[in-house]
């Protein structure tokens, strides 16, 4: 039971709910509950983690009273040293969750352009009837998928930029050898994945010179593409998610420019948001033009290219205010 009261005493002296607790340590809220009445007891691996959250030994943190023992200059000094350790634990834990979602975002939207390609082999072996219909099928999946990975962009940026707003400025997160080791798994991951990628496309533009060239026997050519170029945009969906991932977590790992970003932040606040209206509004247009040329002229395998047109646009734009930034 002194553990359960320990517990109880640690989350509330730092102003921890239950529910916060539970999401750093990677439990439900009802299991700290029990923790906290003696109805459970945590695993060994969960125990460190407290230990390290409430920075307290283990020993301490099950067979002493702590509540009886800390004296106030002691909790005063605990609990500076907690702030600091719990902030670089938040951030850690916002930038996985940040790195996670962009990168599944992206997947989700190639991923979603594989669907299409696929539907659309499928279209060109059926009649026309079921033709027509397989195709808007494709056109929905494409926007189903889009869908899914826009919530992504927006949770993942919102919930990174309360953070950034509430932690402007971060100490050192990482030890020396932490960086290190990323940094050996980064100079890996990004060749590696880099090479992959290309690896990817030359795989495509072999297969279908092959089929072109009747070198590969197939029952239909354009079937036959299709599915070839969805198998592309599958592994490609998979290697960009990754390098996504790895870029934003080197981002992670290199706090200064985390604090740089803070301090030009404001100046910036006003170009971010045009160069945002600017690409909502672009994306905004391909969306309707796809619909137009879907539903009225029955276009919805070409159409989808205006996706991809208006990527671009929408990169050209991020690219002269970085520049207009930069010369200010």
């Known amino acids: 039971m002194v553990f359960a009261k320990n517990l109880q005493y640690l989350r509330k002296r730092d102003k921890i709910t239950q ?24 695993e060994t691996d969960k125990l460190i983690l407290l230990c390290d959250l409430f920075a307290v030994s283990l020993d301490a943190l099950l067979r002493t009273d702590l509540s009886a023992e800390i004296t106030e200059p002691a909790r005063e000094e605990a609990g500076e040293v907690l702030s600091a350790f719990t902030d670089k634990t938040a951030y850690a834990l916002q930038m996985d969750r940040f790195s996670r979602g962009i990168a599944f975002g992206v997947f989700l939207v190639l991923f979603g352009v594989a669907a299409c390609m696929t539907l659309t082999g499928v279209a ?11 195709e808007a099928l494709s ?12 919530f992504l ?4 940026g919102i919930g990174y930029d309360k ?4 932690h402007p400025v971060m100490g050192e997160v990482f030890s020396e050898q932490e960086l290190r080791a990323f940094g050996k798994r980064f100079a890996v991951a990004l060749p590696a994945l880099v090479s992959a990628i290309l690896l990817d496309a030359a795989l495509l ?23 070839f170029v969805a198998a592309f945009l599958c592994v490609l969906a998979f290697l960009v998610g990754a390098l996504v991932y790895f870029g934003i977590q080197h981002g992670k790992y290199h706090v200064s420019e985390y604090n740089k970003q803070n301090e030009q932040g404001a100046a910036r606040s006003q170009h971010f948001k045009v160069k945002e209206a600017i690409c909502g509004s672009v994306m905004m247009a391909a969306t309707a033009i796809y619909f137009v040329l879907g539903f009225v002229c029955g276009w ?29």
């Not at 060109?124 to 397989?134: A, V």
């Not at 962009?153 to 993942?156: K, M, P, T």
């Not at 953070?163 to 509430?166: E, M, S, V, Y």
């Not at 290219?305 to 646009?313: C, L, Q």
């Open 124 to 134: 060109c072996t059926l009649g026309d009837r079921l033709k027509s219909l397989t």
């Open 163 to 166: 953070f950034r707003k509430a």
């Open 300 to 328: 919805w395998h070409p159409g989808w290219v205006v996706f991809p047109v208006g990527g671009i646009i929408c990169g050209i734009v991020d690219a002269i205010f970085k520049a207009k930034g930069g010369k200010e």
């Open 19 to 42: 529910e916060e607790l539970a999401e750093r340590i990677g439990v439900s809220r009802q299991s700290v509950s029990k923790w906290e009445t003696g109805e459970a007891y945590p």
């Open 205 to 227: 533009i072999t297969f279908i010179s092959l089929v072109e060239a009747e070198i590969l026997k197939v029952f239909n050519k354009e079937a036959a593409t299709c599915y």
């Open 139 to 150: 056109g929905v999946a494409v926007l189903l998928f889009v869908a899914a990975a826009v």
């Open 153 to 156: 962009f927006a949770f993942s």
